[in-house]
């Protein structure tokens, strides 16, 4: 199991798209070089001039590429100052190296939260050799040689802790879209089997009826023709929304017209109030399935998170393009939302596969506010 596990961390790859330069590279380059500078020119138990140029230059030169290139800045920057220091023991040199050579902890970091799993174990291969040369170098006590190697150690595991706290948040928020666009597979699915079975109906009816009252066949035609036009809309929605289950509800699906069934009498805390307004017949049953499906998981953040709330007000306004939903509640400007939410995540996901938008954060003057605007057919345009 041990073999196992050290072949997968081996086989680590890098993570996906890390931050390129930024301005705050560039600056902390800066500073370093600036400090070295002063450093070479008011203290006088420092290195000779040029090994100190040379071992600030090598730890803080690779700074701005240590997340792209996390190995090839361990590489130059350790690599050079255990150059350095060989030089100094061989010569005998004495003097302390810039404290700018405490940035290669910047790059341990970087190195085990950007690198692969190879590149993070030949860097750390690099970086202990430079801590066993370093202390040759300028000998230490006991405690100084642990805590050295404790930082270095500690720089490694922080980078290696968050790099996979963020890869399981990635999973986390990954399944939370999954199942986002599975129920809204379900639910396109069952509103596309109904009109299909309404076709097939009236392709019968018509069949049966068509050599007795021609003027009724014509009649089932045109209603077929509705039905085909609306299947097909529907069937625009569900390309590229992926099924993991075959499992079909029976049950009708949600839509705007049972958003007002969430509404609360005032005995409930927080009380839910909603209105219509608009036009908000002919949706698509998809739209009008997300519409319901967002106040409802609304009205649950709000009722869980939001703190000291009494009112949840949602309102659903439609017209000729698109309806808007939105949601307000009156809770705590401290209650504690996290706008990253994998329940977010999920709403957002519908809104997105449907051609809508969606956003949710807190209000202008108090608590939280959830508004989606979905267009009419479910399709973008």
């Known amino acids: 199991m041990a073999t196992n596990a050290l072949r997968s961390l081996w086989a680590e790859p890098r993570p996906t798209n890390p931050p390129d330069r930024r301005l705050r590279d560039w600056a902390l380059v800066a500073v370093l070089i600036c400090w070295s500078v002063l450093e070479a020119v008011l203290r006088e138990d420092m290195a000779p001039l040029p090994l100190l140029l040379i071992a600030a230059l090598a730890v803080v030169a690779p700074l701005p590429w240590r997340r792209t290139h996390p190995l090839v800045a361990a590489a130059v920057a350790f690599g050079t100052v255990t150059v350095v220091d060989i030089v100094r023991v061989l010569t005998g040199s004495q003097g302390t190296l810039p404290s700018s050579v405490s940035a290669t902890l910047v790059i341990a970091y970087a190195l085990f939260r950007w690198g692969s799993g190879r590149e993070a174990a ?142 609360t009498d005032g005995r409930t805390r927080p009380c839910v109030e909603v209105t219509l307004f608009g036009e908000l017949d002919d949706l698509s049953p998809a739209v009008g399935a997300a519409i319901y499906r967002l106040a409802q998981e609304s009205i649950t953040n709000a009722r869980r998170h939001a703190r000291h709330a009494t009112q949840v007000t949602v309102a659903v306004t439609g017209d000729a393009d698109q309806v808007r939903l939105t949601i307000d509640d009156d809770g705590s400007a401290a209650g504690g939302r996290a706008p990253a939410g994998y329940g977010l995540v999920g709403m957002r996901e519908r809104a997105s596969l449907l051609g809508g938008t969606f956003h949710a954060g807190p209000a202008a003057e108090r608590g939280w506010r959830v508004e989606a605007v979905l267009p009419r057919t479910g399709t973008p345009r």
């Open 122 to 263: 030949s860097g750390l291969g690099v970086i202990l050799l430079w801590l066993a040369i370093t202390y040759v170098a300028e000998p230490g006590s006991v405690a100084e040689t642990v805590a050295g190697y404790a930082f270095f150690l500690f720089a490694a595991a922080l980078g290696a802790a968050i790099r996979y706290r963020t890869k399981i948040r990635i999973r986390d928020i990954d399944q939370a879209k999954a199942r986002e666009r599975e129920l809204l597979a379900r639910e396109l699915h069952d509103t596309v089997a109904h009109h299909v079975s309404g076709i097939a109906i009236q392709a019968q009816a018509g069949r049966a009826i068509a050599a007795s009252h021609p003027e009724r066949a014509i009649e089932a035609l045109a209603i077929i023709e509705d039905a085909a036009t609306r299947t097909l809309t529907e069937l625009r929605a569900i390309v590229g929304v992926l099924r993991s289950t075959q499992d079909t509800e029976f049950a009708p699906q949600p839509g705007v017209a049972e958003v007002e069934q969430l509404a």
